[in-house]
């Protein structure tokens, strides 16, 4: 089992390597999401955050450090989710729905050399017609048509084609990725469950979180660090900055992994599919 830790260590060198100057990138784009506040270590690098904040008010949804009341719409979740904070009988609980829904083919009819494009920070798409002389972005290496999405490689932007495109990823081209964690896995996180991420595209905003309920952990590998940086912490375990773990099926007969995960970013491990 343990060649599977081969990859999970070359993926760090690379986002070492392509993203910025700090080695550890996988992980804070979800904790930025949720307001939580970075530690950093002599080199400006967070090496842990403070999560302390975070909770599940009675009263209220928490999200992004702002509680709404019963019947508030949330301010910057997906274009494509709108939400609607609901207390019911002391509980909180966020609705979602699409708020423009593209009937592909059903809807305008499109005429020919046409196609229905993305608008940036809306759910709605529009007829775009490029003529010959429509200018195309350029994005690592790669041409797109007006209104077609696209992202930038590591980079957590969602970007849309449009004129004046010079590879700024800016708005009104670009703007943050959601992942909109607080929306569906709020209780995950306050539980200390463990994001899991995509092997193939780790940097932004993870797939799933697992649940300490739902997994057993085994081959713990202690990085015998002694020194008093914050845990890392999966449901009532706590692990050090640099302890790795893998998750497997609750079934104890079943040798099913389901995630490699270290602690590289506390308060969460991060895990891998
Ligand atoms: C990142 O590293 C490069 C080369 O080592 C250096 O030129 C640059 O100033 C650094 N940037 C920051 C923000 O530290
Ligand atoms: C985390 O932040 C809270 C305030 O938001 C503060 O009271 C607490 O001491 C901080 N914890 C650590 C370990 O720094
Ligand atoms: C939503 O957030 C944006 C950006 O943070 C802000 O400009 C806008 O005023 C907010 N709208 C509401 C209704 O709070
Ligand atoms: C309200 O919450 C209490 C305690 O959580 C629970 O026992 C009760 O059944 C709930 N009532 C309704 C109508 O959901
Ligand atoms: C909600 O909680 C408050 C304070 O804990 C209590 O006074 C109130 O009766 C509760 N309401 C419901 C509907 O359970
Ligand atoms: C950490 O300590 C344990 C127990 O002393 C030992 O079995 C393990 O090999 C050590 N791990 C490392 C990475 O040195
Ligand atoms: C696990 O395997 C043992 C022996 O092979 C068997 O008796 C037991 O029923 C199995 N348990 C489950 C949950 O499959």
New binding site residues.
Partial sequence: MHYLTIPLLLLFAITIKANSNCSQVTGRFLYDEIKCKPNLDKNGCPESYNCSDYHIPKDGCLFEGHVYKDGQILNGTRPCRQCTCNI????SSVSCYKPCQFRGGIGPVIPRGCYAGHILNSCCRKIECPTASTPVCVSNDRTYYPGQYFQPCRTCMDCVCQQGFQGELVEPFCRKMRCDVEILYSKQIVDNCAPLYCRHSPLCCPKDFICPSSCRVENIIRSNKTSNEEKCKFGTQSFSVGDTLDLLDLNANSSRLIAYCACTLPPLLTCFD
């Avoid at 019911?88 to 509980?91: A, C, D, G, L, P």
């Fill in positions: 019911k009988n002391n509980t």
